[in-house]
């Protein structure tokens, strides 16, 4: 088994639908800053192909959008996996992130030990366009500030 | 304190997917609704695209499936300009699209439907998951699945780019062919996959098949409908998921109607309810008669049992053997039970991994003609493949200079939408009583629309990363009595 690399940022999301691309849009932007303490990644797959990103590395930290009951766009949440129940059955297509770490303990598969969540709050996930909205366009300088320092307290040692 | 967060996929505006329940006076379940997100605004965003932009543009609507729209929508595009791809992209692209088929069924059959029919309905709640799963087929199964679908993956990356954003199909052929120094590679992994999918079959056999309870699920009358089946086949009748005329059969399995993929606007319409945003298709010479069963009604499936039943047989040996074994154990043809579903998909993975194996030899496939640059626009193309979940098709209108005037992309699960449900309708119906209900009765309704595999994934995917859904039960007073949703979060 390849020794466990040592830190990953995955940026998630589908920027075909608008502002549900922002963990991508973010990463992207900060995908030279943050080089020196991780590896950089983007996509926008989900469920269990997400074990090929995360698989192997020690620590993660992933940024995607979050749709919350109060939350104000733009807002960041700070999450750990523990935050998320694994559903009692796959009743659905995807496979979440709980559900994947559940799979990969189970089967050994290597797993990151810590995995840190980022999540952006959106509006709305369900508008087709490859831009985002105007509203969270102009607060992207300070989530790429937030994010940035977020990681690097996280990840800088 | 910290701050509460709740993350609710209920409150993830109106286009979340849930059924709903309604009951009477005396606990019988007077009507059962599914409602499914509809995916908001594509066509206009399309508009003025130009149209060889569309199969990366339709790839990446959606994260489950992006082979079948990206090789759709090639489909299309050749047929806008009236292009015949060389016998090499042709073959590459079914090779592409086989090795698709065959990850993603694996992915339903062993993880997603697998709580429902590996697990079993009756097994308890905490073991109905991943976990029970791979526990039930064991950790070295598990492993090898993982291992299997990555193998597969790898290649799909190395033919035609990121899986998630394929760059290679486009009008007239594909942008990279097979170096014949490769080929060798891709047969292998193609028999490892066939190897693969004889294990599947023997673990449907031994784990399912002697599930008493699931098989007896399987042709229970909660969970079968009479209706119309519709699928693309060959010349000789035999399934294919890339190319050939879409074949109806009606409710007694006999050919209804068979036609090319660009009539289909003559064959097909779409009804519209007002509890959904969901269109539900159905055959237009048929008519709509609401949601009912039979031969007067143009209700129809798509997906891998109506595959196999509007075909003859399959294009490959020992696909063609489990195809035998499935119809003379149900015994009877067309199979009505939705359950069968799974059966059907296992048919179908051995199909795949032969084909994969079959087209990965070809000597064709090496071919490094494998682009016929377009001269002419018609102006308007229909491309069409079998999603795993479905037919699937795609259509475009353009100007003379070949941007988007209009596009209608017809998905898998608007196919089925209508027989989905009555599924939902019917098991609630014959599952609920005096009102009484459990969550283990949700689940045995849930799964008359999870053997569908239906698709949502068109819509989003922010955290938690699975499909919003609930489940609510509304007694006859209009007051919600029970509800059940998932990847439900709360923080404090």
């Known amino acids: 088994m390849d020794p466990p690399k040592q830190n990953i940022v995955l940026g998630l999301g589908n920027t075909m639908h608008g502002d549900d691309g922002i963990g991508i849009w973010i990463v992207e932007k900060l995908q030279h800053r943050l080089q020196a303490l991780a590896d950089v990644w983007v996509t926008e797959e989900m469920g269990l192909r997400l074990l090929d990103f995360l698989s192997g590395y020690r620590t993660a930290v992933i940024v995607d959008s979050v749709k919350t009951e109060q939350g104000v766009e733009g807002e960041l949440h700070f999450l750990n996996l523990s935050d998320f129940a694994a559903l009692p059955y796959c009743g659905c297509h995807q496979v979440g992130l709980p559900e994947m770490a559940l799979l990969a303990e189970t089967m050994g598969i290597p797993f990151p030990e810590t995995v840190h969540i980022l999540g952006i709050e959106i509006e709305d996930p369900y508008r087709v366009g490859n831009t985002l909205s105007p509203s969270l366009k102009k607060k992207v300088p300070l989530l790429m500030q937030q994010v940035e320092k977020k990681i690097e307290r996280l990840l800088g040692g | ?492």
Not at chain 2, 222 to 239: E, F, I, S
Request: proline letters at 5%.
């Open chain 2, 1 to 492: 304190m910290g701050k509460r967060i709740e993350i609710d996929p209920i409150t993830r505006l109106e286009g979340h997917g849930k059924i709903e329940i309604f009951l009477n006076d005396k606990g019988e379940v007077e009507r059962a609704y599914l409602s499914i997100p509809e995916l908001r605004g594509f066509e206009v965003f399309c508009r003025g695209k130009p149209v060889e932009m569309m199969p990366q543009i339709t790839a990446r609507i959606c994260g489950v499936c992006p082979t079948a729209h990206h090789i759709a929508s090639a489909k299309a595009c050749d047929d806008v300009y009236e292009v015949d791809p060389p016998v090499a992209a042709k073959k590459l692209r079914e090779m592409l699209y086989n090795m698709f088929m065959f990850e993603d069924h694996l992915l339903h059959f062993y993880i997603l439907g697998g709580p429902d029919f590996i697990v079993g309905p009756g097994a308890p709640k905490e073991q109905r998951n991943v976990v029970g799963v791979i526990q039930t087929v064991g950790l070295d199964t598990g492993k090898k699945l993982i291992a299997m679908r990555r193998r597969v993956r790898e290649l799909m990356t190395f033919l035609a780019g990121k899986v998630i954003h394929p760059v290679w199909a486009l009008p007239g052929g594909v942008t990279r062919g097979l170096d014949p120094s490769q080929q060798q590679r891709f047969i292998t992994v193609a028999r490892e996959a066939v190897e693969f999918a004889r294990f599947t079959l023997q673990t449907f056999r031994e784990i399912v098949l002697k599930n008493r309870e699931y098989v007896e699920f399987i042709t229970s009358d909660a969970y079968t409908h009479r209706t119309y089946y519709m699928g693309l086949v060959d010349p000789q009748n035999r399934v294919n998921f890339y190319d050939g005329d879409i074949r109806v059969v009606d409710p007694q399995g006999k050919e209804y109607i068979r036609f090319p993929a660009r009539e289909y606007l003559q064959h097909l319409a779409e009804h519209v309810e007002p509890w959904t945003y969901i269109k539900f298709l159905y055959l237009k010479k048929v008519g709509w008669k609401g949601f009912v069963d039979g031969e007067a009604s143009g209700i129809y499936a798509v997906a891998p049992l109506a595959r196999l039943n509007v075909a003859d047989g399959m294009a490959t040996e020992e696909a063609q053997a489990a195809y035998q074994e499935m119809y003379q154990a149900l015994g009877t043809r067309p199979v009505h039970h939705t359950l069968a579903m799974h059966w059907a998909r296992v048919v179908e993975i051995m199909y795949a991994a032969e084909r994969f194996l079959e087209l990965a030899a070809d000597p064709d496939i090496t071919s490094q003609r494998i682009r016929m640059i377009p001269r002419t626009s018609s102006g308007e193309g229909v491309g069409v493949v079998e999603a795993p979940r479905g037919t699937l098709f795609h259509h475009y209108w353009t100007d003379t200079k070949g941007l988007i005037q209009k596009a209608n992309l017809l998905v898998a699960t608007q196919n089925n939408a209508a027989r989905i449900a009555m599924s939902v309708d019917k098991a609630a119906r014959h599952l609920i009583h005096d009102g009484k209900v459990s969550e283990e009765v949700l689940n045995l309704v849930e799964m008359a629309f999870r053997a569908y595999d239906p698709c949502h994934a068109c819509g989003t995917h922010s955290l938690p990363g699975h499909f919003a859904f609930s489940v609510r039960l509304w007694d006859a007073r209009g007051k919600v009595i029970k509800e059940i949703r998932n990847g439900s979060v709360e923080r404090s």
